[in-house]
Nanobody, 123 residues
Framework: QLQASGGGLVQPGGSLRLSCAAS????????IGWFRQAPGKEREWVSC????????YYRDSVKGRFAISRENAGNTVSLQMNGLKPEDTAVYYC??????????????????WGQGTQVTVSS
C-alpha cells in the first residue's frame, strides 16, 4: 500500500525526486515519513510531513537540500532531493503512522512501510 520509487544513480550535486504512493494513508489521519539505510548502518529518519496541516520536518543533514510534499490530493508524498552528496547514498523508504493532529512527526514509531528505492550518489 506504500510504494516508493524514483531512485537511481546521480552525480554529486545532482537531484532526484522520490515518490511514495500512499493511497489510503490520508492526511486526515497519517503522517508520512521518509527513512534511509546505508550499507552497514542503521536506518535513520530523514523527513516527514505531519497529519492535518502538512508541516514538514527534516534531519539537520538534509535541511535546505530536501523538500517533502503531499501531492495528488495527498495520495503521493514526494521527496525532492537537491545538492546530493555521496553520504546520501542509501536505500530510501517511505512509511506511515497515525499521528497526533498538527503535531511534529519525527519521533513516532512508524507502522506501515513500503519497499525501498536505491539512491546512489557517485561520480
Amino acid at each position: 500500500q506504500l510504494q516508493a520509487s524514483g531512485g537511481g544513480l546521480v552525480q554529486p550535486g545532482g537531484s532526484l525526486r522520490l515518490s511514495c504512493a500512499a493511497s489510503g494513508f490520508t492526511r486526515a489521519y497519517y503522517a508520512i515519513g521518509w527513512f534511509r539505510q546505508a550499507p552497514g548502518k542503521e536506518r535513520e529518519w530523514v523527513s516527514c510531513i505531519a497529519r492535518g496541516d502538512d508541516s514538514t520536518y527534516y534531519r539537520d543533514s538534509v535541511k535546505g537540500r530536501f523538500a517533502i510534499s503531499r501531492e495528488n490530493a495527498g495520495n503521493t508524498v514526494s521527496l525532492q532531493m537537491n545538492g546530493l552528496k555521496p553520504e546520501d547514498t542509501a536505500v530510501y523508504y517511505c512509511a506511515a503512522v497515525i499521528a497526533a493532529y498538527r503535531r511534529p512527526c519525527a519521533g513516532y514509531e512508524y507502522k506501515h512501510w513500503g519497499q525501498g528505492t536505491q539512491v546512489t550518489v557517485s561520480s
